[in-house]
Structure formats: C-alpha cells, structure tokens
C-alpha cells in the first residue's frame, strides 16, 4: 500500500479519486482551499483512519510541503478550471495553475515523491484542426486557462529532464460523471444540462450543436491515474497522454442521450426543448483524442462509452439532485 497525496480531493474528479484509492486500502492525504471543491464530497471518510484532510492552497509553498511529506505518489488535480473564467480573470488561473503547479513540483521534488501524476487538458491542442489529437502534435491556446496547461506540461518535462522527477500528465477530455457540481457560473456542460432537464428548462447550446467532443467518464480517468501510477515501464513515464474514449459525440447527439435516459425517471423532459445561442469564445469546433499511446504504453482499455457512462451519471443526478 502507498501514501497518496491527492490535490484539489474535494473536487470531482479529485474526491472520486480519493474514494477508490481508499477502498483499495491506500494511504491518502487530500489538500483542498474548498474555493471549487466541496466538504460533502468527503464526509464518507473523515472516520478513515488512511485520510487526512488538509486544508490548504497549493498557492502557499508551505502547504505544499505539508502536503507532500512522507507521501510516495502526488496525484495532482488541484486547478481553475473553465476557459470562460480563465478570460473573465486570467491572474488568478495562472496564480492556481501555473504558480501552485510549479509550488507542486519543488515540493514534490524535495521530498523525495516516487511520481507526479498530473492534470492536463485537452485544450493544450488549441488550434491544431488535426483529428484524431495525437499527443505530439498540438497547434497554439485559445485561452489563458489553456496557457497555464501547456506551461504545466512544460515544466513537468524540465523537472523530469533536470531532476529526476518522474512525471506523467493526463490530457482530460470533458471528463463527465458522479459528483460533477451542476451549479455555478462555470459548471460543466452535461451537469448543467442534467440540471436543466430536470427543472424543465430549456439548456442553450452554445452554436448549433453540431460541435463534438471525446466525453470521458470518471471511471476511465480513474482508470488512467492507476495505470500512470503504478506502471513500472520506463518507457511510459516523463511524458503525457491522451485521456478519453477515442470517440465524439456532437452536443444535439448529447441532448438527445440526456432526454432519453432522463425520461426515464420523468417523461415530461422529452418535451423540454433546446435553446440555442451564440458560440461560445475560445471554443474549439471538434475534439477527438488518439488513445494508442496510452492502450500501448499503460495497457489503457475504457471500460465506458458514452451511453454508459452518461446512463450511470443520470442515474447518480437523479438519486442525488431531486
């Protein structure tokens, strides 16, 4: 068994993490600010005599240090999120992303940490119009926050090449599943829209609908930070990948999932329409992730697709948001 430090453990992804490590008998110690994550996402737990819960802001070196003491992996969710937030205020994403990812990386560093797995982002691909996104191939950022996820990948490389720290970065794509917040000016899109159905109101697509991505279930990401974890092949490590399904899905195509599953539990969502609105600013039309690297190199198989795994969210939504 390892001790795991998991940043940003409240959040979703985070929080989902820190769950399954701890039912597999690990050692976790969790560092969150609580400014996006949620206590409640980890009130399961504060009896487990493996997790402990520092509060604390990867912006702060100091905690940082705290945080990493003893721990043998890092894995590292701690972030801002959202591109709109990002060009509303481009300081404090680069403050978070860039400065406590960088904080995370010297502490992690000086105390030894066996590996650093760490967050990236599908955005880094920017506006490469290359399809499927293969990893060495990326195009220039649209917003601040895809900056700060670049930079990221950067300096994991220059820490790997020039002090021996093994890294290895996730490229999520729409990552979607339990616990995703539904509320908040930055929630994400399948939330929201679950949200929305529910309510009987109407979700605004942004654009025509036509635009896809590569929607990647929690499990799967899960799946991806063992892998990235515990591989013992050297040829996978100081380096990053693709983390997604290898497959699209257009946003009507969305709609069109959410109504059938939800109607389901309440047959009046099949006739809530859709209002459509403006394009939305820094996005990209299409996104489509290559998973060879990974299936080759960490042995990655998804075990959801997108029905799958949105019919195991709306199932979540339902039980938890009603």
Not at 144 to 149: F, G, L, R, S, V
Not at 182 to 193: D, K, Q, R
Not at 201 to 213: A, K, L, M, Q
């Amino acid at each position: 068994m390892s001790k795991i430090l998991i940043t940003g453990g409240a959040g979703f992804i985070g929080s989902n993490l820190t769950e399954y490590f701890l039912a597999k008998g690990h050692q976790i110690v969790v560092l969150d600010n609580f400014v996006t994550g949620h206590r409640q996402n980890l009130n399961d737990h504060v009896d487990n005599p493996n997790f402990n819960l520092i509060e604390g802001d990867i912006r702060n070196i100091s905690d940082c240090q705290l945080a990493v003491s003893g721990v043998d992996y890092v894995l590292h969710q701690a972030a801002l999120g959202s591109v709109p937030r990002s060009i509303k205020d481009p300081q404090t994403t680069n403050d978070v992303n860039v400065t406590g990812f960088l904080n995370m990386l010297v502490a992690a560093r000086d105390a030894g940490v066996k590996r650093f797995i760490y967050a990236a982002s599908s955005s880094t691909y920017g506006d490469s119009e290359s399809l499927p996104k293969v990893e060495d191939v990326i195009g220039k950022p649209l917003s601040p926050y895809a900056i700060t996820k670049y930079v990221n990948e950067l300096y994991a490389d220059i820490f790997s090449k020039t002090y021996g720290l093994e890294t290895i970065g996730l490229r999520y794509f729409n990552v979607f599943g339990r616990r995703q917040d539904p509320n908040g000016a930055y929630a994400a899109v399948i939330p929201l829209f679950v949200k929305k159905f529910m309510n009987h109101e109407g979700p605004v697509i942004n654009g025509t609908g036509d635009f896809s991505r590569d929607f990647t279930y929690i499990d799967n990401v899960i799946q991806m930070n063992e892998l990235a974890m515990t591989t013992d092949n050297r040829k996978a490590v100081n380096t990053v990948y693709n983390t997604a399904v290898g497959d699209r899905t257009t946003l009507n195509q969305l709609v069109g999932y959410l109504k059938e599953f939800l109607t389901n539990y309440d047959s009046e969502i099949a006739k809530v329409e859709v209002v459509y609105g403006p394009n939305r600013q820094g996005d990209i039309p299409h996104s489509l992730a290559s998973i060879e690297k990974a299936e080759r190199l960490l042995g990655y198989k998804p075990t959801h697709a997108i029905r799958e795994g949105l019919k195991e969210a709306v199932t979540w939504y339902w039980d938890n948001l009603k």
